[in-house]
């Protein structure tokens, strides 16, 4: 079951909204919870999970890329530009949490080594790579 890619990406999914909905609610809380931490662990392990899953079929299986990792950059972009402008027109005590910013980078990383892994399978002439079902 849970050597299954699909199986990673609900995983990852399901703790993306989790962690963005409470990095929002911690924000507008001013910061007072103590589990976000415990969360961007969480959240960390299972997307790193899925795109070594996702990796390791692009390399060793035939491949279909169907879910775009640009959309969770599009989407953590979103959440970043959004808490950043919050603080500045709310200012006070609202204040981007740190693990918002970590949790940005992680997944800034991950995308990046993604797409680097992609170009190099593509280099390497690999006949197993498909884009959205075209060899």
Same mark, same amino acid.
């Given at each position: *079951? ?10 990852? @999914? #399901? ?18 919870? @103590? ?6 662990? +969480? ?13 390791? !079929? ?5 491949? !279909?890329?169907?879910?775009?990792? !640009?959309?969770?950059?599009? %989407?953590?972009? +979103?959440? *970043?530009? #959004? ?15 740190? !693990?918002? %910013?970590? @949790? ?24 197993? #790579? ?6």
């Amino acid at each position: *079951m849970f050597k299954s890619e699909k199986v990673w990406r609900l995983l990852a @999914d #399901f703790w993306t909204v989790v962690l963005i909905a409470f990095l929002i609610l911690d924000f507008f809380s001013f910061n007072s919870y @103590d589990y976000p931490p415990v969360f961007s662990v +969480i959240y960390v392990v299972v997307l790193s999970l899925y795109v070594g899953t996702k990796e390791f !079929e692009r390399w060793c299986t035939v491949y !279909e890329g169907r879910h775009p990792g !640009e959309l969770f950059i599009i %989407v953590w972009t +979103i959440l *970043m530009l #959004f808490l950043f402008s919050a603080k500045f027109v709310l200012g006070g005590k609202y204040a981007v949490s740190p !693990e918002a %910013v970590a @949790d940005y980078i992680i997944v800034l990383s991950l995308f990046a080594l993604t797409q680097r892994s992609k170009r190099l399978c593509k280099k390497s002439g690999s006949t197993r #790579f498909t884009t959205r079902g075209k060899k």
